[in-house]
């Protein structure tokens, strides 16, 4: 991104910044970057206070708060809607700044569920029984969700029912702010070019529990269609019960607030630029996103004695809004940090900048807890199993076991953790070189171990990546996600891969950043890497940022993950051994034995006392780690002391109890305590907020839908978060609820098999179902631990398998009562070592194995299989088959006795289906026995019959999705779901390609772009051909669900396919989404002759069509399917009804018309039985949001010293000199058209291999859902008709004329032109006729032939002919419905479009554009020719207009854009050579005319005195927003007198026009300048910029004599738009830069790298 120095606005003071770190960053330690943090005061946190109604009853208290307090009827309308509402009297807060209910708990039944007083029933097969409950969102015959994905769905509908209707008493928008149908159109301008949330994109929900027990809603506010930050509502439903609704930071907004930005996104980053005096880069780190922030108008606080007011506000008018940019630049030396500006977009206010990253400030041999050398757990410990990680193309289990037999190549990643180890080298992301640790072995995977630290490798093993912090990482990191996700199993973050950067070159500090990074060690701190509190920390800033309501909570978010770590390891010391010497300082609370940076038990802190909130208000500051004390302490306390003080739990089932709590409520809080003050009674109110942690904690512990009756824990739960300040005086604190919970422990017994442990327990009244529990480790029971798994009160055993033999395991059991809340006391904590005795053991590969079923013979396939003795074993085995599950089917294993010892032995299993076989899915079970030793292993089995619709299975032979049985169809379901790692939505068995391309991991799943879905099937996109059998050779079609990012206006998915004959990808076609979130693209082709097949769809942000590009929110996704070669299966690939051959051509001269034309106008009624495919139409603008920078366009052509292969065309010229000898090899690409406003059609202005009109084409006239842009784009104004709907009539789409050898289009050679049409119904009545004209100018059209489609809807339609003599040439395609063959039939339905081109003259030439010096005597009036004695372009006669025509094209000597006769300038003056064509900057063409802007068919010749427009097409860098292009005059042509007429900026990306129009001077000899460039100011160097990506260039003109003409005091100048005062923004730059000198290194220069 280049930096521009047109600034916007006021420059701020410097103040703190507000990263978040493990440890205070020192100041000298921050970036240039971070040390332009800044934020405005006015946008601070907002401090509000919390009161009951109920509280200005009994005190005066209102009015300290309040300038203007409540009315005096103020409490009895809260009572009326407390009555209203059915919540208790008294039990409404109400936010004093917003002046509206913050917190309501209820007990309303909305859901059929076994919540207090639900009544509501599951309806099956008839009406619902809403059991006198209108408000239940329960509909007619559906009967009880089957999964949580639709309890989730049930549950937001039933609160967004209540919601809106109670929105009156809630006194909120909700139908309109939390649940819009549409967004509003007037953010759907052309200009639009940021994010704006698609509906329901807001709402993010979570179930707990497969019967739905409990589920929580978040709900963003958008206001007009934008999002508010900070302002939401929440929802807790809980047995079918509503039992909390939330509304968090709510103010006012006025109805007249605009939505409209002022400034565009580019002003946000350029006001940015100048602040931080940085140069910025091509890469952003998030989107530009339109928002409303929320700020506080007055102070609110409360002391600890007596209310007092700072600034008094008037109630419910204390927030205040702004309509800003969040915009994310990243600068020249920024680091790591991710920089995040908010910028007022109505103002260019710089409101905020700041980092927003959170720092920390098989087998191998990890640090278990530490590497501090203190006990066993800080040390490093060998042969510990290194989890769920890859070796092949499998994935061990928990114990690290896998069962492959031979060599394998294994890395230390897989599919939750990827150690990325900076210490290693050969694979890149953006500047970063690293390594992921990789082992070849045979007979198991070993990763050893060694002294040292930072970059110390075991020698020899797993080279320069295998370091003590990846092993010990990777452990780590698996271990505590796979607790997270026993008790979150729906959380998609916690399913994906995590990636995890070690030993990144710096010291002391860790962060999260939507990756987990972690720095070497120092003389003062340790590496942290090799500290699992460190790992377990930054992971929970992950999970914080990614669970319901998906943002790192606040005040602090530290707190949170603090508390994951300590419950994990069951340490309050957060980094055990973190500082080499000496204890954690505890923010002036000394902490007694911590080495880590804090320690959340205040009990071994000197004070021994809490972090309380008004602690925390005078030692803490912006601090965000010393902010987190104040909650951490509250649920470390609730752990280890209130529980037991109590109820007399043991530690065991304390853990649990509060684990599971913490992992419910942490969910859907974000601001975990707030509004400081405090109730007549004197219970403080910091936890009173909406979804505060202290009632989220007593949502999450109800067992019966209504937490106004109390909790099971409420007394413990209250007495902790009480003791910090940030509890609640309601609801009214009782425990109650769990009758009949257990009051016994069972007791566990566990026995130790090979790699599994096998658990019985005695049963214990009351309990309803049991828990089981799983850890391992130094500390036995003492830490977190695995949810194994919830069985029936009848099942007292359980089998844990993928354990590690010689490793020990521990266990206990708890039983509950009648809801998740209700905890009996825990078992003894049961160890096991799991050992193998004597014994066979029998593997084969577990995926699915699917058999087809031939009707017309059997069908075998086969699987390999290994077996090897464990415990000593050897001895002879007897292998075979089980009986199938499946009839028809046989199973045979080969050999069927074998020798066994501890080697492994390999078998094939021979699975045969047989004609007569029924579809299904069973399983077949392999044994081996040997007397009574005896293993064996199942092979799951899917029959599937051919020709049916296939359903895809991963295949781990290509890694994708497969249907290995040909049929009607093959879909991938929801294989492909998501994209990489992106944020909640990991894919599976990503990448899904099967040549390993990568996605990207950027964004958010459901905003941004991800592929989720492909099916292939057979026939063509209109639907002729589909449900048959997919033969080789015919037609096929490729649907792709995308989900598409905001308007999908920068979206392309780019279709290809291959076979197993020939893997190289053949490009098919680039299509569309058309909008934004989940849609279909489809696209057909012809099947190749092979069986096998496979299909890949790029879908990707802006770049250019790839089968694998690289941007970071770009999906790459294959499916592989088998297709049939039975004739008997065959389907035609067209309708049966078309014609069997093409219309015969008719002559070249104009025929006579038919005797009966055919109908014009079209029959009323159409078959409804052909689909509308979606339409290809691409919007006409692109945000310019993501990191990936926007493609270079494929450059006309290239120079290079070498020749390579590529499918372009290539000419060689060698020069020979005295001295030397050169070869160049010149590539000439494809050609893609721009409109022309002088042909009034798309033209390629270069000869090239084809020229294809892309998009501009689209569509028909003004036909319904498609008017095409330009209309009619003929040279000759043939109008369309206007009648029909776009994708269901006849439109013309593209027109394409390319060279049959791969040359250029030269003439004399046949070329073939391509016209993509879409027929109406069958495509029996339409047509397509063909013309040519040999010069665009002057037009004689001339008829090539008529072609008929061959079937309806979508599909190309060609004809060849040999191009003529001429270098701008055109063809016309008219397609019609009925009618006769003219060059312009008139029709409703029909649509002609012309495509003007260039023609080269000279075989194997590259022509940039025709080059002819004319005599004068020759010269074309009007256009321009190159004059050598001027060294310009000139028109030596005056006429109307004088046009450069192709002259101009590129600039001086760019990369594939020389300039011819450069510099093109009557004065010399040169142009820059850096930049490539079509990619930066240069001038195009320049045409002066006669008349103003508005006047383009003037015809008038340019006279002195008369008015004229200069045109200059320029192609500007990226967006444009830091080029300009400055206009000039000369009277006098032989001895030019610049003057400056004014500035223009263009305004987007691509080639445009620039107009500006001016008063001619006397003078009969004259000429304009355009001096187009980057960054500078005009006139610094004359009319000469001289900058090395400037371009300048001239024309000459001859303009007739006036002697009437008087000359007036100053030119009338009239401009494109208001003009830019560049120098006065260039002086304000200077002026800010001399005023900061030492606050902030300056940038060296405004120098574009």
Known sequence: MKLTTNSLAPYLITLPSLTWAFIEPEQSDASIVTQASFTDPSISEPTTVFFSPHDIVSSSSSSLFFDAPPSSSFVSDIAEKEQRLGVESGSIRIDGRSGKIVSLDLKKPILPGDGLGNH?????????????????????????????????????????????????????????????????????????????????????????????????????????????????????????????????????????????????????????????????TDEVTCKPELQISTSAQGNLEQSTSSLRNKEKVQYGSGYTHRLVWKVCPKFEGQGVEMMEGIVDAMTGTILSFRDTVDYFEARGDVYPFSNDGEGPEGSLQENWPMPFMQIGNKVTDTGGNFNIAGTQVAKLTGPYVEMRDLCGWGEVDGSRQYAIATLIQANGIDWGGSGGTDCTTPWGVGGPANTHSSRSGFYELNKIIEIGRSHLPSNAWLKGKLISWMNIDASCNAYWSGTVNFYRSSSSCANTGELAGVFDHEWGHGLDDN?????????????????????????????????????????????LSCTGVRDIDFMKKQNKSPSTYTWSRQACGSSVHCLGYVYSEAVWSLYKRELNSFYGYDENTSLEIVTRLTYIAAGNTYTWYGGYSKSPSGIWRGGCGTNSGYLSYLAADDDNGNINDGTPHMRAIFKAFNDQEIACDAPTVKDSGCVGTPTDAPVVTVLGGNNKATLTWTAVSGASKYQIFRTEGLEECGQGKVLLATVSSNVRTYTDTGLANKRSYYYIVIGKGNNDACFGPSSSCAAVTPNAGPGVEVHCEDEPMVVPIDPTASTTRSRDCIVYGIGGFAGTVNLGCGSPTLSGVTCAVSPSTLPVTSSVSNAVVSITSSSSANSGTGKIVVSGTSGSISGST???????????????????????????????????????????????????????????????????????????????????????????????????????????YFTGATDYADFYYSTDDNPNWTFIATKQPQGGGIKEIMVDYQLPLATIHRVRVNFRYNGGPSPCSNGSYDDHDDLVFAVSDSSSTSVTNSPTNKPTQKPTPLPTSMPTPLPTPLPTSKPTKKPTNVPTPLPTQKPSNSPTKKPTPLPTPLPISTTTTTTSTTTAATTTTTTTTAATTTTTTTTIKDGLATYDSDFRAPRCVSAGVSCSSGILLHGRGFMMNGPESNASNTIDECADGNSGTHKKDESLEAIKISSTDGQLLTAGKTAEITASVFAWSTGASDTADFYYTSDASNVEWQYIGSVTPLGGGEQDVKITYTLPQGITQAIRVQFRFGGVVTTCTYGSYNDRDDLVFTVSSAPGQPTRSPVKTYPPSEEQVGLAVYDANIGAPRCSQYTSKCDSLDLLNGRGLMQDGNEQNAPNTLDTCKDGNSGKYLADEHIERILVRSGDISDSSSNVDMEEGGRVTIIAWCHPWRSGFSDYADFYYASDASNPQWVLIDTIQPQGSGLQELKISYILPQGTNQAVRVNFRYRGAEGLNGACSNGAYDDTDDLIFAVKSNPSFIPPQANLISFQEEPKDINQDMKKWIELRQNQQGRRKRAKSFKKE
């Not at 994708?960 to 894919?987: F, H, I, Q, Y």
């Open 938 to 1044: 199942e092979i799951p089995l899917t029959l599937l019959g051919a020709g049916g619709k296939q359903i895809a299975l991963y295949d781990n032979v290509y890694n994708a999705p497969a249907c290995m049985v040909w049929g009607s169809e093959c879909s991938s379901e929801d294989l492909l779901k998501g994209r990489g790692t992106m944020v909640g939505g990991n894919e599976a068995n990503a990448p899904n390609t099967v040549d390993s391309c990568q996605d990207g991991n950027g964004g958010t799943y459901g905003t941004d772009e991800s592929l989720e879905k492909i099916v292939v099937r057979s026939g063509w996109a209109s639907g002729v051909g589909m449900d048959k059998a997919m033969v080789k050779g015919q037609r096929a079609t490729v649907i792709a669900t995308v989900n598409a």
């Open 120 to 280: 509501l029933l599951w309806s099956v097969n008839t009406a619902a029984d809403i059991a006198n409950d209108g408000d239940a969102a329960v509909e007619g015959g559906r009967g009880m969700p089957l999964d949580r994905e639709e309890w989730g769905r049930l549950g937001v509908e039933a609160v967004k029912n209540w919601m809106i209707d109670h929105q009156s008493d809630l006194e909120i928008d909700a139908q309109n702010e939390l649940f819009p149908s549409s967004s509003p159109q007037h953010l759907f301008n052309e200009q639009t070019s940021y994010y704006i949330p698609p509906p329901g994109s807001n709402i993010r929900s979570v179930v707990h529990g497969d019967d739905g027990d409990m589920i929580q809603i978040s709900m963003d506010r958008l206001y007009k269609g934008v999002k508010v930050v900070d302002s939401r509502a929440t929802a807790t439903i809980k047995r079918g019960n509503l039992i909390n609704i939330g509304i968090e930071t709510w103010g006012n907004i006025n109805p007249d607030f605009n939505v409209e930005p002022r400034l565009d996104e580019e002003s946000a980053y350029r006001a940015l630029a100048i602040h931080t005096g940085l140069l910025l």
């Open 547 to 591: 669970d319901v309501d998906g943002r790192i909570a606040k005040p602090s978010g530290e707190g949170i993950a603090d508390i994951y770590t300590a419950l994990r390891l069951n340490d309050s010391c957060i980094g055990r051994g973190f500082y080499r010497n000496g204890n954690c300082s505890g923010n002036g609370n000394a902490c």
